[in-house]
């Protein structure tokens, strides 16, 4: 299974990219698992002091990956919380960096 998310480091700057290009860097339960541990391990880095968040490709991010969600056994609202949930761990990850 290919990354869902890309790491570079150069020097001080953590560049993040997102990379399902095929959904136009859609989010995914699997985006948001490694999003997650990503910015964890960038606002834990001391040597970390600029993070960049983008996209591989043509776009930033397209916004949920309806065609995961489709392909989705049962029910959908489940996985939907889950992904919810991941965003909110990003969020809360990028709002504590104490990246000076």
Known sequence: MEKAVLVEKFQKLMLIKLNNLENLNALNIQ?????????ADAAGD????AVI???SGRAFCSGGD???FSNLEGPKHEAFGV???RLHRIILEIRQMQIQ
């Open 31 to 39: 985006m948001g698992d490694e999003l997650v541990k990503v910015m």
């Open 46 to 49: 001391p040597a970390v002091r």
């Open 53 to 55: 968040v983008t996209g």
């Open 66 to 68: 309806l065609q995961f």
């Open 83 to 85: 992904l919810t949930h």
